[in-house]
């Protein structure tokens, strides 16, 4: 069965400081990878996915994503975060007509 | 519309009492699916349509939940006999297609309180 797991509920980093948030997942082929944003009182909007070829991908907002199969990580990044991207991250994970998501990563930006 | 549109925002309920939880796709988009996000919980996938059928209803937690889509378009997610654990948020997205979840959608979703 497919699983996704974010190993941090909560992260704070100051503004303009560098961010990575973890994600490992379980999966029998090759996974199509989303991280997901969801701001308070918002709908979850696509930061960027990986189905295939470069294992390094861009989204929106600044942010991008590594692909490891070795490690079956697809952590998310941003070298230098704004308040606005305080949010909570998800991570999901699927091949097919279901996707699975991760608990979430709740993010705090400190002045 | 522009998005997809969830009715109610918000509902709070008795336990025992039945609600009915609307979602409207974006118009043309052939799937649509249910999640639900408990405190502390990621999303929990419900059910899947594809037209109006349902190919996947594996994650429906019991029989006191249904879902049904007509005409292609909205979708009704029903809980019987609501009880305290039912409290959550519930989200519906639209796709334009099955085959990669790559263009999914997502509703500000419904917050359901069960007193």
């Known amino acids: 069965a497919q699983s996704v797991t974010q190993p941090d509920i909560h992260i704070t980093v100051s503004e303009g400081a560098s961010l990575e948030l973890r994600c490992n997942y379980s999966y029998g082929a090759t996974p199509y990878l989303f991280w997901y944003v969801q701001s308070p009182g918002q709908g979850l909007q696509l930061l960027l996915k990986y189905f295939s070829g470069d294992t390094l991908v861009q989204g929106i907002k600044g942010f991008e994503a590594e692909f490891k199969r070795s490690q079956s990580s697809f952590n998310l990044r941003k070298p230098s975060v704004h308040w606005s991207d305080a949010a909570e991250y998800f991570c999901?994970?699927?091949?097919?007509?279901?996707?699975?998501f991760g608990t979430g990563t709740r993010l705090t930006i400190i002045p | 519309g522009a998005g997809v549109s969830q009715s109610p925002s918000n509902k709070v309920t008795e336990k025992g009492k039945d609600v009915e939880l609307r979602c409207d796709p974006i118009s043309g988009h052939t799937a649509l699916y249910w999640y639900r996000q408990s405190l502390g919980q990621g999303l929990e996938f419900l059910i899947y349509?594809?037209?109006?059928?349902?190919?996947?209803k594996s994650g429906l937690p019991s029989d006191r939940f249904s879902a049904e889509r007509t005409g292609g378009s909205v979708s009704t997610l029903t809980i019987q006999r609501t009880q305290q654990e039912d409290s959550a948020v519930y989200l519906c997205?639209?796709?334009?297609?099955?085959?990669?979840?790559?263009?999914?959608?997502f509703g500000s979703g419904t917050q359901l309180s069960v007193l």
């Open positions: 999901a994970v699927g091949g097919g007509e279901k996707l699975t």
């Open positions: 349509f594809q037209g109006n059928s349902a190919p996947d």
């Open positions: 997205a639209s796709s334009p297609d099955r085959a990669t979840n790559e263009k999914l959608f």
